[in-house]
């Protein structure tokens, strides 16, 4: 795919294609990833399932329903990462784990609790049972997912084997029944966004089998970047330690701002939303490590012939019925007049002079508008792209306020990315990376 996309001199198609992709009469990403979600997931949505989306998630995914899950997402992380404070002893002893394990873990099993709510203590018996009960449940679902998420190539190819469809199918039926509307009216906590993700679509009339799958779907949708964000993030920042040490000072200085401290036997830090937004040196960080290991194939349908100008001035016919798609990782990730030096990772790329936000990068002198897009673009930009955020910056937060931790072997290299993946967003390793952590206090 990229040496087709290399010789195709996709990068000077590039911009035209994306001012395409914004209009919404012309160019559609729903016909095209509605026969995907079919073919995969078995969900066979409505016609208003777009909009919807869109409805729901300008009300649960920004402002003050982002602020409502961002809070969830903490408990749930102290939940998962800090529930043996205190508890043992030997806590400030070294434990030794994979690092993609490690945050994949966290931060899928963290996300899907504030996204799809927590067991309750009416049902568990008290408020430590049900958080046990959350620890136990979310671990099972985090190893089946892997399994799917490991077949989901092949499976989107369509190119898995037999035996590899059969364990699809047994993945996707237990996912339909553990994200079941049934089990999760047991819950508390459920986010607005799910909820009303599912309560509208019964509304509508759609059936409870093709709700839960779309529950799938949604779960596939949201856990399956940021958790491997969070471990290439944690890498690229203990392989640099300027890098690591510039986040550090931020974090540090935003909680002793906000009037806290980690001390042993204290309360757990309360990391309020406000709190997020004063981190730009880690903001700059994340940014930058999307724009080197995000790599989504946008797709569209064109639902009208047209004609695409370029802005070097030849025009292209786009017919009714074809497929574009958009590949930015190379279009601009990586275009080394916009980012020099593109594969290397700055953890200040994203930072002015004065230590604010950069947003002026340029191609040829021209201002380029769309600079990185991790997240997409036009009609169908990922929606939780500020959930994402937060999760990504709230779990980095935690591990650099409570742990020491560093690689086993100093000399590790960046592993390759999984060439398998290109195109599904956030690219995977080709191999585990083994680090270490200790309670720093
Ligand atoms: C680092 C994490 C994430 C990355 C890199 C990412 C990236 C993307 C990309 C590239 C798209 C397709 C955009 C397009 O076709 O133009 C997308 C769509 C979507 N994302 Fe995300 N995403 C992330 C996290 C999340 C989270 C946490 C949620 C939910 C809370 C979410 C919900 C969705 C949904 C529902 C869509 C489909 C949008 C539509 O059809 O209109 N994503 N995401």
């Not at 509605?34 to 066979?44: E, P, S």
Request: charged residues 25%; proline residues 4%; positive net charge.
């Amino acid at each position: 795919l990229l040496s087709f996309l290399k010789k195709s001199s996709f990068t000077s198609r590039f911009a035209a294609i994306l001012t395409l992709s914004h209009n919404k009469e012309k160019l559609n990403f729903n016909t095209f990833s509605r026969q995907l979600l079919a073919r995969v997931f078995g969900y066979v949505g409505f016609t208003t399932d777009h909009s919807i989306l869109e409805a729901t998630s300008q009300k649960h995914l920004k402002g003050h329903g982002l602020q409502i899950m961002t809070e969830s997402m903490m408990s749930n992380l102290q939940n998962l990462m800090l529930h043996h404070l205190g508890s043992c002893a030997n806590q400030k002893s070294w434990k030794e784990d994979g690092l993609f394990n490690y945050c994949y873990n966290i931060v899928f099993r963290a996300g899907y609790l504030a996204l799809y709510g927590n067991a309750t203590a009416q049902t568990e018996g008290d408020e430590e049972k049900a958080r046990i009960n959350d620890r136990t449940e979310s671990e099972i679902l985090f190893h089946e997912f892997r399994k799917y998420d490991q077949l989901f190539p092949n499976l989107a190819y369509g190119v898995l084997t037999p035996k590899g469809r059969r364990e699809a199918n047994r993945l996707t039926r237990f996912f339909e029944d553990s994200l079941s509307m049934k089990r999760m009216k047991n819950k508390e906590n459920v986010s607005g966004w799910i909820w009303d993700m599912s309560h509208m679509r019964r509304e509508e009339g759609m059936k409870e089998l093709m709700i839960d799958r779309c529950m799938f779907v949604l779960l596939w949708g949201s856990q399956g970047n940021t958790g491997p964000s969070s471990f290439w993030l944690l890498l690229y920042l203990m392989k640099h330690p300027d890098a690591m040490e510039a986040v550090r000072n931020e974090v540090l200085k935003v909680l002793k701002e906000s009037g806290q401290e980690v001390r042993p036997g204290g309360p757990l830090v309360n990391l309020t939303h406000e709190m997020l937004m004063k981190t730009p040196v880690l903001d700059s960080a994340v940014e930058e490590v999307l724009r080197l290991v995000a790599a989504p194939l946008l797709t569209r349908s064109v639902l009208q012939d047209m004609t695409q100008k370029m802005a070097d001035g030849r025009e292209f016919l786009i017919r009714k019925g074809d497929r574009m798609a958009v590949f930015p990782y190379i279009a601009v990730h990586i275009d080394p007049e916009i980012h020099p030096d593109p594969f290397t990772f700055k953890y200040d790329r994203f930072l002015t002079p004065e230590g604010t936000k950069k947003t002026d990068f340029y191609k040829q002198g021209k201002r380029v508008r769309y600079y990185t897009m991790p997240w997409g673009s036009g009609v169908s930009m990922c929606p939780g792209r500020f959930f994402a955020t937060n999760e990504l910056k709230q779990f980095v937060f935690l591990m650099l306020v409570y742990f020491d931790f560093e690689l086993m072997n100093p000399d590790e290299k960046i592993p390759h990315i999984d060439h398998q993946r290109w195109g599904f967003g956030t690219m995977q390793p080709d191999r585990e990376v083994q680090f270490r952590y200790r309670l720093r206090y």
